[in-house]
């Protein structure tokens, strides 16, 4: 690369190197997410048999059979996990090692959503 001067054939400096660079970064399309870790979730038959959903967050099935008294079921999903049960009272949950009490009444239907506990990352 030349600059020009004054006189002919006179370099003003040298040519700058260059590494490749295009300028200042720009970046195409939208940042992806980061990855969310799945939660772990435990099924306990309690009070007695219970059909139950698990739901991921992003409301893909799970686990979907039944927990029959002292049985535990163990699942991993991406929060917020919702949990349905034909006999709520009849099922108790633990989250990430946190018990969570049951689903709702016994003899009842009811679900629950749960999400990572503040002291698990």
Known sequence: MRFFAS???AELSPAPTL???AGISRTVGPT???AVKPLKVTLIGDQ???KVVVRSGSGK???AGVVSLDERQRVSATPPVRISAEDAGAVEVKVAGHNRGSLGELG???SRTF???RSAS
């Open 7 to 9: 006189q002919p054939g």
């Open 32 to 34: 992806p997410a980061p």
């Open 115 to 117: 999400h990572r506990p």
């Open 19 to 21: 590494n490749g660079s």
């Open 108 to 110: 009842g239907p009811g």
């Open 48 to 50: 007695g048999d219970s």
């Open 61 to 63: 099935v799970v686990y």
